[in-house]
T-cell receptor, first 112, second 114 residues
């Protein structure tokens, strides 16, 4: 079993839809949770960074962490074709100086 | 503020040659990490360095791979005697000193071994 599981998709939605992306994990020591967006043949771009359980909102993006269920989510409101990319969840045990453990990524396609 | 820089962006090597990948962290960042992304696989941690020190190399293959982050200049990931299985995208990330744990990634170096 992988430490971090993520449905690979692809997930296809119409423009304007609310998108829900999810990851589950098995290591209860994870404390820091991140979401990255990766366009084809580009580097991952940090979207959201959260610590422990709860919600964090930034523009059209909302990150949720439920440590009791070992489950994290990223919601994208009013999705745009430019949101079409692979979304990677990542997590670490500590903050500075700690390796990230990534999910395999979910490919999202937003159709105009 | 320039982001993380990596070069070359694309590198082709024949089997048995050496590959050198360079990474310059963001200004003000003192932590450097290397990750590898194999085709159809996720990103895997390789090594974490600070200036002149390797802090965690638990993800590095035991042979042929080495990394350094000298006092002056970029971090270098070196792969000796490359094999076809080394073909992958290699990403460098950096984070600032202190409590901030966010890691910012460079554009990657795509290594092709022929």
């Amino acid at each position: 079993q992988k430490e971090v599981e993520q449905d690979p998709g692809p997930l296809s939605v119409p423009e304007g839809a609310i998108v829900s992306l999810n990851c589950t994990y098995s290591n209860s020591a994870f404390q820091y949770f991140m979401w990255y967006r990766q366009y084809s043949r580009k580097g991952p771009e940090l979207l959201m960074y959260t610590y422990s359980s709860g919600n964090k909102e930034d523009g059209r993006f909302t990150a949720q962490v439920d440590k009791s269920s070992k489950y994290i989510s990223l919601f994208i409101r009013d999705s745009q074709p430019s949101d079409s990319a692979t979304y990677l969840c990542a997590m670490s045990v500590g903050n500075a100086g700690n390796m990230l453990t990534f999910g395999g990524g979910t490919r999202l396609m937003v159709k105009p | 503020n320039a982001g993380v820089m990596q070069n070359p962006r694309h590198l082709v090597r024949r089997r048995g040659q050496e590959a050198r990948l360079r990474c310059s962290p963001m200004k003000g960042h003192s932590h450097v990490y290397w990750y590898r992304q194999l085709p159809e696989e996720g990103l895997k941690f390789m090594v974490y360095l600070q200036k002149e020190n390797i802090i965690d190399e638990s993800g590095m293959p035991k042979e042929r791979f080495s990394a350094e982050f000298p006092k002056e200049g970029p971090s270098i990931l070196r792969i000796q005697q490359v094999v076809r299985g080394d073909s992958a995208a290699y990403f460098c990330a950096s984070s600032p000193l202190g409590q901030g744990g966010e890691q910012y990634f460079g554009p990657g170096t795509r290594l092709t071994v022929t």
